[in-house]
């Protein structure tokens, strides 16, 4: 069964750092780009971040450029999110999400995580 | 202010037909492809509609997409209860900051 489980979220302070953490089953992880989707409390859908199968290229929103930094490693199939300078606005659902296509150009987002939650507050 | 732009409501009877907007520009939807996800309240979102009107398998054919110039609509014929959900456009917005876009969604009420 392909498989994407999030895990790292939590409660953090303004300003501070997480580690999001998405393991990838049933499904060959290094030939799959992915991304990192985000939703807001009773909001819609936020893009955050792309990754491509070589990590030669990757992509961000410009709300988290600067702060928060995509990676993965093929070995032990996992998708991370590094998350620094944490603002209120970040608290959401961070969705891992499998790319069908897409290589260069982002394609079909077509395995969706559960989602973990991020909370930023004091 | 999403840079594609939804309504933010829709509704429709049981068996009728209703069409979802997505409005865009020619840095995305004009010259790239258009996604369409479903997501039920409450559960991540689902693949509904990829590259304008292809369908992933196990998605009714009830379900069709169509893009004209920088607009694309979402089509649900054959109504049910159980298409009650927000749905979202998205598509690659090629500019200087490339980046994925999604509408705002609309939410589907079945009466």
């Known amino acids: 069964e392909v498989q994407l489980v999030e895990s790292g979220g939590g409660l953090v302070q303004p300003g501070g750092s997480l580690r999001l953490s998405c393991a990838a089953s049933?499904?060959?992880?290094?030939?799959?780009?992915m991304h990192w989707v985000r939703q807001a409390p009773g909001k819609g859908l936020e893009w955050v971040s792309y990754?491509?199968?070589?990590?030669?290229?990757?992509y961000y929103a410009d709300s988290v450029k600067g702060r928060f930094t995509v990676s993965r490693d093929n070995v032990k199939n996992s998708l991370y999110l590094q998350m620094n300078s944490l603002r209120a606005e970040d608290t959401a659902i961070y969705y891992c999400?499998?790319?069908?296509?897409?290589?260069?150009?982002?394609?079909?987002?077509?395995?969706w995580g559960q989602g973990t939650m991020v909370t930023v507050s004091s | 202010q999403s840079v594609l732009t939804q309504p933010p409501s829709a509704s429709g009877t049981p068996g009728q037909r209703v069409t979802i907007s997505c409005s865009g520009s020619?840095?995305?939807?004009?010259?790239?492809?258009v996604y369409w996800y479903q997501q039920v309240p409450g559960t991540a979102p689902k693949l509904l509609i990829y590259r304008d009107n292809q369908r992933p398998s196990g998605v009714p054919d009830r379900f069709s997409g169509s893009k004209s110039g920088a607009s694309a609509s979402l089509a649900i014929s054959g109504l049910r209860s159980e298409d009650e959900a927000d749905y979202y456009c998205a598509a690659w917005h090629d500019s200087l900051s490339a980046h994925v876009v999604f509408g705002g969604g609309t939410k589907l009420t079945v009466l």
């Open positions: 999400v499998r790319d069908f296509y897409g290589d260069y150009v982002p394609d079909a987002l077509d395995i």
């Open positions: 990754i491509i199968g070589s990590s030669r290229t990757i």
């Open positions: 020619s840095s995305n939807i004009e010259r790239n492809y």
């Open positions: 049933g499904f060959t992880f290094n030939t799959y780009s």
